[in-house]
């Protein structure tokens, strides 16, 4: 049962423009949203987050919007760099530490 | 601040064997989760260790099991292996685990079971 899910597994953006990526859940009893980061043979790098109690986060280049009631969470990325290319995967917090991960979106900033 | 460290890197078992998977946390933090990642599945969570108790698990059968030592360094071990346990097994630590602070990954095990 996928309760996080980030239904495109891929996307391709010109540098300089906006990436958008989604994430979409079904648990309302998450409280704490977070966005990853992973190159190949990399763990994942943390990137940026969001409590439930809010609804956008900003750092730099990356902003988190948290949509309650749609249940949805995206990160926009700009302006995007060929850097930025990597897989991002979404995560929610439930009870405790254990987080739920989506299976992550492919990005490709193109130069 | 040195980050979390994995060991080993690769390692190549054969099915009906067992391993035992290494996890040494950022320095301070208490709380350390295991994830199996696989093909198409994204990250699975395991379970997580908080001052030497398991304070959550996942789905997983009680082949995968993990301990936690009181410098928080913890260990995963999988028993009787199957070909279905090849994953890439990554360990992540955090402060608390209470409040809201991000997981810090490791580099993971690249795990393969012929």
Not at chain 1, 27 to 46: C, H, I, Q, R, V
Not at chain 2, 81 to 97: F, H, K, Q
Request: aromatic share 12%; with cysteine; charged share 15%.
């Amino acid at each position: 049962d996928q309760q996080v899910k980030q239904n495109s597994p891929s996307l391709s953006v010109q540098e300089g423009r906006i990436s958008i990526l989604n994430c979409d859940y079904t648990n309302s009893m998450f409280d704490y949203f977070l966005w990853y980061k992973k190159y190949p043979a990399e763990g994942p790098t943390f990137l940026i987050s969001i409590s439930s109690i809010k609804d956008k986060n900003e750092d730099g280049r990356f902003t988190v919007f948290l949509n309650k009631s749609a249940k949805h969470l995206s990160l926009h990325i700009v302006p995007s760099q060929p850097g930025d290319s990597a897989v991002y995967f979404c995560a929610a917090r439930l009870t405790g530490n254990q987080f739920y991960f989506g299976t992550g979106t492919s990005l490709t900033v193109i130069p | 601040k040195a980050g979390v460290t994995q060991t080993p890197r690769y390692l190549i078992k054969t099915r009906g064997q067992q391993v035992t998977l290494s996890c040494s946390p950022i320095s301070g933090h208490r709380s350390v989760s295991w994830y199996q990642q696989t093909p198409g599945q994204g990250l699975q969570f395991l379970f997580e260790y908080f001052s030497e108790t398991q304070r959550n698990k996942g789905n997983f059968p009680g082949r995968f099991s993990g301990r936690q030592f009181s410098n928080s360094r913890s260990e995963m071990n999988v028993s009787t292996l199957e070909l279905g346990d090849s994953a890439l097994y990554l360990c992540a630590s955090s402060l608390t685990g209470t409040v809201n602070s991000p997981l810090h990954f490791g580099n993971g095990t690249r795990l393969t079971v012929t």
